[in-house]
């Protein structure tokens, strides 16, 4: 079976740091990616690993380890259009399998 | 930039009748999807779709859903008789052979309300 866990929610401030945590187990694994929802919309791609550590895009930046089952999103500068859901999304070469998303709320 | 186009946006119908989703995938894409988010919940894999047959599908993929490629460039989902608990929002996508990372593009999605 497929288990995608990260927070439900989470608030924090214009300008600020923000680090999204996602733990996973799926059957078959051939990387992770990062969504971005806006409500009533679909989903659009922000990032991807295929092996462990970091990989930077702008102001968001992605890390794995698939040792430990565990991803993580960092958006930095936030603003207030950052204020979305954000879906961990592990990939098996022909499907994805979501989280359910953390709710990003970004406050003046 | 190429994108998945799904007709129409929105759709209300009357439970027990059938839909018609559509989507027209990118051009030289040769691998084809649907996913289903109801409202609140989270993203679903529903089918995949490969060389003109189901390559895979989940649970929720019972004999009330049928897809097909009926000509060079449209993908359908058919839903044979609505119920209540389809009411969701319906996403295609396609990728290339090959590019399993960045040519995986979601259209906009399709709102089925169910009555």
């Known amino acids: 079976g497929q288990n995608i866990d990260q927070p439900t929610e989470m608030t924090a401030t214009e300008g600020a740091i923000v680090q999204i945590n996602c733990t996973y187990q799926?059957?078959?694994?051939?990387?992770l990616f990062w969504y971005q929802q806006h409500a009533g919309e679909a989903p659009t791609f922000l990032s991807y690993n295929v092996l462990d550590g970091l990989e930077e895009k702008g102001r968001f930046s992605s890390f794995l380890s698939r040792s430990k089952g565990y991803s993580y999103l960092l958006l930095k500068e936030l603003q207030m259009k950052d204020s979305a859901s954000y879906l961990c999304a592990p990939f098996n070469f022909n499907k994805f399998y979501f989280g359910s998303g953390t709710k990003l709320n970004v406050k003046p | 930039e190429p994108e998945v186009t799904q007709t129409p946006s929105h759709q209300v119908t009357q439970m027990g009748q059938e839909v018609i989703l559509r989507c027209v995938p990118i051009?030289?894409?040769?691998?084809f999807y649907w996913y289903r988010q109801i409202l609140g919940q989270k993203v679903e894999f529903l089918v995949s779709?490969?060389?003109?047959?189901?390559?895979?599908k989940s649970e929720i993929f019972d004999d009330q859903f049928s897809v097909e490629r009926p000509d060079g460039s449209n993908f359908t989902l058919k839903i044979r008789s609505t119920k209540l608990e389809d009411s969701a929002m319906y996403f295609c996508a396609s990728r290339n052979q090959g590019n399993e990372v960045y040519g995986y593009t979601f259209g906009s999605g399709t709102r089925l309300t169910v009555v």
């Open positions: 799926t059957s078959g694994f051939n990387g």
């Open positions: 051009s030289n894409h040769l691998y």
């Open positions: 779709f490969y060389n003109n047959e189901i390559s895979e």
